[in-house]
């Protein structure tokens, strides 16, 4: 079972070079945290990345909030990736046809598949989402991750959704690495996924729109996810957010020790 087995070991179980260089990282690092910058000005953005970056394994962006977007946030924010040693995760929810997510992918503004190591997609339109994906990010050996379940209160991600959604993982596994899931599946012969669950906080539960924040622990321990992604929890409320990466990374690696100790 991939949940009782470290993340070093379970690098060697993967082909696509940067799921198995991200658990290389989270275990060198010892960091299984992931912050949501959800910020909308450039420099706050590079701010946040440079104060929680010596923390996290992985800088979730949203790239298209951000009112000052150039090419210079991108080249500051992969050097930063570079000094601190963590990769950047473009939470692009990518949902449309084939044809569309490759250009949405490779070209535009943003050109997300040029600096992004890893994104992500619903599966609402089938698995020609992923086909169009993989064209243009396994040539530069990104990975993906689909949206299986959402953190969100009365989500339609559920049930024989989120089955087929593995499903179609199973098929594309060069680069469909892992899921945004709220818990671990049953693993088959041969699986390993990565799952990164957001919806994590330690000092609230819910922010008053839907999203329900969930414990570390919990999501580590108890339901086997692998990664944490924490926004609001360390940058809302005027927190310091150094302060605060620090303490969900302890709270993120120590679930995860005793989980592979069990
Ligand atoms: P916060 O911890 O501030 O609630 O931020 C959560 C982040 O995770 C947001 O960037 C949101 O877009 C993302 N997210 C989520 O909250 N629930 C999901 O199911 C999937 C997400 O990507």
Redesign the pocket.
């Known amino acids: 079972m991939s949940a009782s087995l470290s993340y070093l070991e379970r690098s060697k179980l993967h082909s696509n070079p940067t799921a198995k260089a991200f658990l290389e990282l989270m275990e060198r690092k010892k960091s299984n945290l992931s912050v949501?910058a959800?910020l909308n000005k450039k420099a706050a953005l590079i701010e946040l990345a440079d104060k929680v970056g010596p923390y996290i394994c992985l800088l979730?962006t949203?790239i298209d909030v951000v009112e000052d977007f150039d090419q210079d946030l991108v080249d500051q924010l992969t050097a930063l990736a570079k000094k601190h040693d963590f990769m950047i995760f473009e939470?692009r929810?990518f949902a449309d046809i084939g044809n569309t997510v490759k250009l949405q992918y490779g070209s535009g503004i943003y050109k997300i598949a040029s600096w992004s190591d890893i994104t992500?997609a619903h599966m609402v339109p089938g698995e020609g989402i992923v086909q169009g994906l993989r064209e243009v990010g396994l040539p530069l050996n990104r990975a993906m991750l689909l949206?299986a379940?959402?953190?969100?209160a009365g989500?339609l991600?559920k049930g024989d959704y989120t089955v087929k959604t593995v499903e179609v993982a199973r098929k594309y596994k060069d680069f469909v690495v892992g899921f945004?899931a709220?818990e671990r599946y049953a693993d088959k012969e041969g699986d390993d996924f990565i799952y990164m669950t957001?919806?994590?906080?330690m000092d609230q539960t819910s922010?008053g729109m839907g999203?329900q924040?969930k414990h570390p622990r919990e999501v580590v321990f108890d339901r086997g996810c692998d990664v944490i992604?924490?926004?609001?929890?360390?940058y809302?409320g005027g927190r310091d957010a150094a302060k605060e990466a620090k303490r969900y990374q302890e709270a993120g690696w120590n679930a995860y020790v005793e989980r592979i100790s069990k």
């Open positions: 949501a959800d979730k949203h939470d929810k992500n949206l379940e959402m953190s969100s989500t991600a945004i709220m957001p919806g994590v906080g922010d999203q924040w992604i924490v926004g609001r929890g360390i809302g």
